[in-house]
Structure formats: C-alpha cells, structure tokens
C-alpha cells in the first residue's frame, strides 16, 4: 500500500485547507485511513479517522475539521477550516490493514504551517 499526500502549505490564522491522500496497491484489507499530526517537538498525534464503514472519530478539532472519502478513488480528505497557529505541524496520511492483527501504513507527511 502507499499512500501519496498533498495539500498542505501556508496560511493565516482563520484560514482553510484540504488536504488529501490517495491510496494505491492492494487495499482490499484497508479497514480506516485518517490523518495524524506531529508539531515541532511534540509526538505525532490523531486529528480524524474514517472507516470503511464511514463511522469517523476526530479529536479534539471543535467542529473546524471534517474529514470525508472517495472510495472510487481510494481517497480521503480533510477539509481545516478556521485554522489556527496551533494546527501547525506535519499531517501524516494513515491507513490500517487488519491481516489478523492491525497493521498501519505512512505518508510521507505534509507541512501545514499556519501564521499568527
């Protein structure tokens, strides 16, 4: 599976972007994809995932996140609206494979940066 990400880049506070990431190779057994988050010297952490039955789980983004899919398209998205300087970080794109035990795969992550 590889995950290809775009979307990111900067902007002021009160802004928005759409990231997405496209996922090819064999993904049958992809059971959620979603976006993590890692800022400058903080770990990575959960921003929203989606599964394949849409059931979806954000964090704590106060309604200004919305993350969708494209299944024809192996896509998924997530729309940053309101954006603060405190979303900035680099956004890794995640999908986890069930093979009996969960496994995740990785984007190469996109920079979001958002100024004050």
């Known amino acids: 599976v590889q995950l290809q990400a775009c979307g990111g880049g900067l902007v002021q506070a009160g802004g928005s972007l759409r990231l997405s990431c496209a996922a090819s190779g064999i993904i049958f057994n992809i059971k959620a994809m979603g976006w993590y988050r890692q800022a400058p010297g903080k770990e990575r952490e959960l921003v929203a995932t989606?599964?394949?039955?849409?059931?979806i789980n954000y964090a704590d983004s106060k309604g200004r996140f919305a993350i969708s899919r494209d299944n024809a398209k192996n896509t998924v998205y997530l729309q940053m609206n309101s954006l603060k300087p405190e979303d900035t970080g680099v956004y890794y794109c995640?999908?986890?494979?069930?093979?009996?035990?969960?496994?995740?795969?990785w984007g190469q992550g996109t920079q979001v940066t958002v100024s004050s």
């Open positions: 989606i599964a394949r039955s849409s059931d």
């Open positions: 995640n999908a986890r494979e069930y093979r009996g035990f969960w496994y995740d795969y």
